[in-house]
């Protein structure tokens, strides 16, 4: 097959994805995850049904690629963030009103793909652990990105910005403070 | 109906129930919540596949009730910790190990009940909101508890003992901790 061929449908696969979990983001945000059918996915996309399937067999497939692609979105935001500031309290800020917006017991539970959210999980601890180097020598850096992921996952039980705001000051807190203080 | 019947029916709804869910804990042990049906069930309670129809009509209404429980005995072990040692410490570790010995991620995203799984969730943030008053005045109680079950819940995901207490004192610096400091 001529290379021309090739990115064509590469361009087209690209295109048809792109589409797909941009319907899915927008049914998703109207719907809920349970208001995602694969005709309505289609129709919002504008592709034909037969070639959605042909990229995603189910709605299922469809929602983890959606998750994944939104959770690559987040971490490259925090990455940024990272590179901008150098700050640990901007990134875990960041992450806390991004838990607030997508409060992570609707994706977690209705998914119910807990080998992929878990994994998404390990990515968001890897990257947290490496800002952790220099902050309390008594506990390991990764099991410090894991207590600011979970505790943080409460901005999306909380009410208010003020009240994330808080709870990022008391995470904060934890991660200065010393042991058996 | 004379009430010796009451009683009795009562008294073999109640064991039916009993059966019922310790059969379910112990499948769930072996098995994990996928591997829990309708016929292991009854088989290993020793009841009739019609009886245990008459009570829960499919595995999902069994997992609930088999959670609730669950929950329900681990309110009361917090509760009883608080009653004999007055020590919020005490009781944060506690529920750092009943996490650590439940990895939460496994309920919530195969069970997919989130209203109730968030249900059982807000009496426990009440019960530890009851303990906070005296924590920090910077923040209201009741963040300060889903703070405290949001952070404690990565202790399921630690892979000691001595990560568990670990956490829990980086948990208790952040309830000590005075925000902008």
């Known amino acids: 097959m001529p290379k021309l061929w090739d990115d064509s449908i590469a361009t087209h696969r690209h295109a048809v994805r ?3 979990l941009d319907a899915t983001a927008a049914l998703v945000a109207e719907r809920g995850l349970t208001g995602v059918t694969m005709s309505e996915v289609a129709k919002r ?4 049904r037969a070639t959605l399937y042909k990229y995603f067999p189910d709605v299922e497939s469809i929602l983890t690629a959606w ?4 959770v690559g979105d987040h971490l490259r935001q925090l990455t ?8 640990l309290e901007a990134v875990l800020e960041a992450y806390a009103f991004i838990c607030h917006e997508h409060p992570s017991s609707e994706p977690a539970a209705s998914l119910h793909r807990s080998e ?3 994994r998404a999980q390990e990515h968001l601890v890897d990257f947290l652990a490496g800002l952790m180097l ?7 850096p990764k099991e410090l990105a894991a207590y600011c992921v979970y505790a ?3 901005a999306g039980a909380v009410p208010s910005k003020a009240a994330v705001r ?11 403070g010393e042991a058996g203080r």
Chains 1, 2 share one sequence.
């Open 18 to 20: 792109t589409a797909t």
């Open 166 to 176: 808080r709870l990022v000051a008391v995470v904060l807190s934890g991660l200065r």
């Open 152 to 154: 943080l996952g409460a």
């Open 116 to 118: 992929h959210v878990a």
């Open 134 to 140: 220099d902050v309390r020598d008594d506990v390991p």
């Open 80 to 87: 940024g963030i990272w590179t901008d500031t150098g700050r």
């Open 45 to 48: 996309a504008g592709v034909g």
């Open 67 to 70: 998750h994944e692609r939104q």
